[in-house]
């Protein structure tokens, strides 16, 4: 009998606080478990966007002279905005993790929502991009394929016409009046060119769009931290899904921050 | 008692949030400038350190390193440490034999 009530007093130590698992001694050592192994994975999450980055690095060392050529292609403008917005999220995500630092429950679930929302903005910039993109045949796939050198080509043509009607989508040239695959003045050279840019494009299909996934998970994970945030389910001794939450965030936020130069600004100096 | 203990990390200060972020804002102009300008073999240098910069304010105020652990410290190295060994004898190989590519 007195050896059942010992059971339940050390039990009962072991919950004093409600949100202490039971195989952890404190907070504070729950806390550190949580946030290790949150960085842990990011570790894992920098060597998977590692992958894509050696693809990029070593096929911009090779063909670095047609990757700026193809660099130009990209809207510097759409993707100075969308740093800007990206930034901005990693700000109201600081303070929503801040705001459940000093027990402000309400203002953690709407910094996060508001986080959402500026993620959604980037998303949306990024939608135009992308559509943009795939009007001027940048896309690598049916409309980029064969014989590629006119296609590069077409592309060229398409952003000068587009400059000159303030890009109305009427505005793209008919592709029946760019030269056909065979036409003996783009030769041999013409065609690896085309294909060593067609790589650019698949580089910066994947590696925008991968970073793009990782937003669409942030926005259903954070939606569920501030489902929980409005339920008053964080505290300054307990917050650890918030701050990891955060770092997530942070991370993407990240990736973003190298991605810019390295697909946008590669060929900037040589004016468009 | 030990369950009563608080994690003892203090929110910083709100001040520091909005000075970082113009720090980032002002440094994402630079890099833009920057890459407009034609350093020649320097332009990819350049961009990747403003990004580094941009990436190390992150990782020590919005992920709060300053008050990390070593232990998170070691993971964050680590993880740089990994992705130089993956880029860096990657490209020693692709670099000394050219024709590979």
């Known amino acids: ?33 949580n946030t290790l192994g949150m960085w842990a994975f990011l570790l894992t999450e920098v060597l998977f966007f590692g992958g894509l980055f050696a693809a990029y690095t070593i096929y911009r060392y090779k063909y670095s002279a047609v990757f700026e050529e193809a660099s130009n292609h990209l809207d510097i403008k759409l993707g100075a905005i969308n740093t800007v917005i990206l930034i901005l999220s990693s ?19 709407r910094w996060l929502l508001i986080t959402i929302g500026f993620g959604l903005m980037f998303l949306g910039v990024k939608y135009f991009e992308w559509k943009h993109d795939y009007h001027i045949h940048l896309m690598p796939g049916k409309d980029w394929s064969g ?15 587009e400059a000159h ?36 494009f698949l580089l910066y299909f994947c590696m925008t769009s991968l970073h793009a996934l990782h937003m669409l998970v942030g926005f259903v994970l954070i939606g ?49 | 008692m030990a369950t009563t203990e608080h994690p003892t990390h203090q929110p910083a200060s709100l001040s520091l949030y909005f000075i970082t972020f113009g720090m980032l804002m002002l440094l994402t102009i630079l890099t833009i400038f920057a890459g407009f300008q034609n350093f020649g073999m320097w332009s990819t ?47 020693s190989d692709y670099v000394s034999r050219g024709w590979l590519l």
Not at chain 1, 169 to 193: A, L, M
Not at chain 1, 224 to 241: D, K, L, N
Request: charged share 15%; with cysteine.
């Open chain 1, 1 to 33: 009998m007195s050896a059942i009530k010992e059971t339940e007093q050390d039990h009962g130590q072991h919950h004093h606080h409600k949100d202490l698992a039971h195989h952890f001694d404190t907070l504070e050592q729950q806390h550190d478990a």
């Open chain 1, 91 to 109: 700000l109201t995500m600081a303070l929503a993790v801040r705001c459940s630092q000093t027990g402000s429950s309400l203002w953690t679930g």
């Open chain 1, 147 to 161: 014989k590629d050198w006119w296609h590069w080509q077409y592309a060229k043509q398409a952003k000068e016409m």
């Open chain 1, 165 to 200: 009607s303030k890009g109305a989508e009427h505005s793209y040239p008919d592709r029946n009046t760019v030269p056909p695959d065979n036409d003996p003045k783009f030769g041999v050279k013409g065609i690896q060119e085309s294909q060593q840019a067609r790589l650019f």
């Open chain 1, 224 to 272: 569920i931290i501030a489902y929980f945030a409005y339920q008053g389910a964080y505290s300054p001794e307990y917050y650890s899904p918030v701050e990891n939450i955060g770092l997530y965030w942070h991370f993407v936020d990240i990736v973003w921050i190298f991605l810019f130069p390295l697909l946008y600004l590669l060929g900037a100096h040589m004016g468009h």
């Open chain 2, 45 to 91: 240098p350049i961009a990747l350190g403003i990004a580094a910069v941009k990436a190390a304010l992150v990782v020590v105020i919005f992920m709060h390193g300053y008050s990390s652990s070593p232990l998170i410290w070691i993971i964050i190295l680590a993880s740089m440490f990994f992705l130089t060994i993956m880029l860096g004898l990657m490209l």
